[in-house]
């Protein structure tokens, strides 16, 4: 680039003006490729490596527990993954999980967005109210639901259900139990970001659309299917998009509420990784599990864009 | 073990707050013992300075175990010139960070605290240096001196693996029974002596409608906590982890053991205890809910918090009943030390300068019942300190019997093979702490959980 510019500001007499405008625009293309490089070079060494790194490891048996039968092993991560019931049953809870706590979001999420549209006062009090769960960490969301809400006899979900005469349940300690709290307790934590995106997406609606409806007395619930919901298909799907790929990768709060247990009842794919790697010391097995864990996100984010982009 | 570490904080606290009330003039002893004398150390005969100006780094657990050795550290930097740096990591983390540092041979943490069911893992991958060389080497150590025989043979053994000693115990527990006196006279009852009459007693006791359940013991999923009890039972019931050579988990024992737990716990333990670590059961049992339980020795101190406690006065102790096999089997613990193997040699000496110095009956003595602070330590790893009167009558400030159950469990009732000690542990550990979970929980039989841990396990074990 130097010796570029030094031969032009020589020899300016020799350049047409459209040599000129060439040599600028590689010059600017140049300049744009070096303020870009270092960020591209971040990027690269701490998500591109990684992630390559990654996948190169889970061909490798390393196993910190018998080093000696460390080695590369090719496909037989996988090989055994296929075979592992566990990995099928933490595979199960993760769908489980995933598909009742998005469901609940966008339900939920889109019923308080059409009652907050209607009320008159206090919308302003209430987005503030609603979006206090999303800011908190979801490890200390963990804990709060464990210890305040959650245990038997002291908790306050637990006093309800006594004096709702249910009685005293064992909400983490019984398998189905434990797995209804852990998506209640996503579903608490997450409602509002759909709720947020919902409401501004309603908010934004053309009212004269609603307007001529009205004149041709179409009902409420003709407007809200015929209307509403085709008008807001977009920031829908988008909602699901992100609440999937987030509940796909869930980890913080079921790790603190239930560790995956009782048993392995709400042991999602990502925790079964996790213990892999960092507990049994499994390192080559664990980079095999994130690695199907990363394919799965993939393939469902893949399915749900193609949705959006269908129609 | 998240909980460990601040519970143990706290309940070493007490310890202490309940010697100052109780032993308010072996405290103002203490104190007075509590100088920078260095002349106990120096009479061993060895070079101190030998390894002047080196610095170590030691990776330990925040609790007040260690903050007393901390707080006394300065007197081993004036012995020895060696400088010495503490980190703390919290009993959760502190395995798998040192792990990371072993295994990439950076030395970073000189010597931390270990967990003893490691040693076999750090073993297997050359991470740790064995110790005996260490030992015998009479330019680094005084044998009468150091007199490592005196340190309580089941931590010296878990902390050996195949004969060959990988780490020095500084801190230990070791697990018996605790029980409501009052409410076992009130009904005529006697410690159980054995696994049967434990559950009769809770049979006896169990009232939940008045808010007392018969007996608890840990719940809680972790190698550190539900397969720290099992274990003991299995045992009892005539289990062996290794039959014919081979990891054995499951089996008729197996089974008979993990339905006395089960049915124990379903039966007279508070539904909330299958999600209990020792504190919450020690906090549950102080406030008066829980007939008996059997954990480490050093929950006592929380049973005995005159602030927060409702039971002083009414706790005895004994050993753990026997099993069915005819053997009493005590869950032990211990915190030790060993030597990271990827420190250049110098350094290596300066590290087993400071673990024979914390290790030694002074240090020992000087953070437990010579120490000024409120904390004093109840896990002392001597014989000798366990015999000192001074040390017996701080801790008989805790009920009947407890200095005498704890030592004749620590002297009878231990088999340094209580859990199948191979490098896999923590895989193996983990493992079965689920299993034992999902058949508690009836996510499982006891039998398909056992066979499905057994499964698991096989696989983890072949080369």
């Known amino acids: 680039m130097l010796t570029g510019?030094?031969?032009?500001?020589?020899?300016?007499?020799?350049?047409?003006?459209?040599?000129?405008?060439?040599?600028?625009?590689?010059?600017?293309?140049?300049?744009?490729?070096?303020?870009?490089?270092?960020?591209?070079?971040?990027?690269?060494?701490?998500?591109?490596?990684?992630?390559?790194?990654?996948?190169?490891?889970?061909?490798?048996?390393?196993?910190l527990a018998m080093p000696f039968t460390n080695g590369f092993i090719g496909i037989d991560n996988y090989r055994d993954l296929l075979a592992d019931s566990?990995?099928?049953?933490?595979?199960?809870?993760?769908?489980?999980?995933?598909?009742?706590?998005?469901?609940?979001?966008?339900?939920?999420?889109?019923?308080?967005?059409?009652?907050?549209?209607?009320?008159?006062?206090?919308?302003?009090?209430?987005?503030?109210?609603?979006i206090l769960p999303v800011v908190l960490s979801p490890a200390v969301v963990g804990m709060v639901w464990r210890t305040f809400m959650l245990q038997p006899e002291f908790g306050i979900v637990d006093f309800l259900s006594i004096n709702a005469g249910l009685g005293s349940q064992n909400w983490l300690g019984d398998p189905t139990l434990a797995m209804i709290s852990v998506i209640v307790i996503h579903t608490w934590q997450w409602t509002p970001f759909a709720f947020m995106v919902l409401l501004a997406s309603l908010a934004a609606l053309p009212d004269d659309i609603y307007e001529a409806a009205r004149i041709d007395r179409a009902s409420a619930w003709q407007r809200f299917r015929r209307i509403t919901l085709p008008l807001l298909r977009p920031a829908i799907v988008m909602v699901v998009i992100m609440r999937t790929m987030v509940a796909l990768t869930a980890f913080a709060a079921i790790f603190t509420v239930t560790g995956g247990g009782p048993g392995t009842a709400t042991e999602i794919l990502n925790l079964y990784a996790y213990r892999k790697s960092f507990t049994e010391l499994s390192i080559g097995y664990g980079s095999a599990l994130a690695v199907a864990l990363l394919v799965v996100t993939i393939i469902i984010s893949a399915a749900l864009f193609a949705v959006r982009r269908a129609k | 073990m998240v909980f460990r570490s601040t519970r143990r904080t706290f309940l070493k606290g007490s310890v202490g707050a309940s010697a100052m009330l109780l032993g308010a003039p072996a405290f103002l002893r203490g104190a007075a013992a509590q100088n920078n004398d260095l002349s106990p150390y120096t009479s061993a005969k060895i070079d101190w300075k030998q390894a002047s100006g080196e610095s170590i780094t030691v990776a330990v657990i925040p609790a007040s175990y260690f903050d007393n050795l901390i707080s006394i550290a300065p007197q081993f930097q004036e012995l020895t010139g060696i400088n010495v740096r503490f980190e703390k990591i919290p009993p959760a983390q502190i395995r798998q960070k040192c792990v990371i540092d072993l295994t990439s041979k950076t030395g970073t943490y000189a010597t931390h605290a270990a967990d003893p069911m490691y040693y076999a893992l750090y073993?297997?991958?050359?991470?740790?240096?064995?110790?005996?060389?260490?030992?015998?080497?009479?330019?680094?150590?005084?044998?009468?001196?150091?007199?490592?025989?005196?340190?309580?043979?089941?931590?010296?053994?878990?902390d050996s693996v195949d004969g060959k000693l990988y780490g020095i115990p500084y801190d230990g527990e070791v697990t018996i029974q605790v029980y409501r006196k009052d409410l076992y006279e009130a009904k005529g009852l006697k410690p159980a002596d054995n696994l049967e009459a434990f559950v009769a007693n809770a049979a006896a006791l169990n009232d939940p409608g008045n808010r007392i359940w018969g007996a608890a013991l840990r719940g809680v999923a972790g190698a550190g906590q539900n397969m720290y009890i099992y274990p003991s039972i299995f045992r009892e019931f005539g289990g062996e982890w290794f039959k014919g050579g081979k990891l054995t988990v499951n089996g008729p024992e197996a089974e008979a053991a993990l339905t006395w737990y089960v049915d124990l716990m379903r039966k007279y333990a508070p539904a909330a205890a299958q999600n209990w670590n020792w504190p919450d059961i020690a906090d549950a049992f102080s406030q008066g809910t829980i007939g008996a339980y059997i954990d480490a020795h050093s929950s006592a101190s929380v049973v005995n918090n005159a602030d927060k406690s409702k039971v002083i006065g009414k706790v005895a102790y004994a050993r753990w009943p026997k099993g069915p096999s005819g053997k009493r089997m005590t869950s032990i613990w211990n915190w030790g030390f060993p030597i990271n193997a990827a420190l250049p040699d110098k350094r290596k000496k300066a590290t087993w300068l400071f673990i024979q110095w914390a290790a030694s009956a002074e240090t020992q003595a000087r953070t437990s019942y010579k120490f000024a602070g409120p904390a004093k330590r109840s896990g002392v790893n001597r014989t000798s300190v366990w015999k000192d009167p001074a040390y017996i009558k701080l801790m008989s400030s805790f009920g009947d019997n407890f200095v005498e159950a704890a030592m004749d469990s620590l002297q009878h009732d231990t088999d340094v093979d209580w859990r199948p000690r191979v490098p896999q542990w923590p895989a193996i550990g983990d493992t079965m702490a689920t299993a034992i979970q999902s058949a508690l929980a009836g996510q499982a039989t006891v039998k398909t959980a056992l066979d499905d841990a057994q499964k698991r396990i096989e696989p983890m074990m072949k080369g």
Do not use: C
Request: charged share 15%; net charge positive.
């Open chain 1, 5 to 63: 510019s030094g031969t032009s500001m020589d020899a300016p007499a020799f350049i047409s003006s459209m040599d000129a405008g060439r040599v600028l625009a590689r010059r600017e293309r140049r300049f744009a490729s070096a303020l870009l490089a270092p960020a591209f070079a971040a990027l690269l060494a701490t998500t591109t490596f990684p992630l390559l790194y990654l996948i190169w490891t889970s061909a490798f048996r390393i196993d």
């Open chain 2, 123 to 158: 073993a297997a991958n050359k991470w740790a240096e064995p110790l005996d060389r260490y030992l015998n080497d009479a330019s680094l150590t005084d044998k009468a001196w150091f007199n490592f025989d005196d340190i309580i043979p089941a931590w010296r053994g878990a």
């Open chain 1, 86 to 130: 566990r990995f099928w049953s933490s595979l199960s809870v993760s769908m489980i999980y995933t598909i009742s706590t998005v469901v609940l979001q966008v339900a939920i999420g889109l019923g308080l967005a059409l009652f907050v549209m209607g009320m008159k006062k206090g919308q302003g009090l209430f987005r503030l109210i609603a």
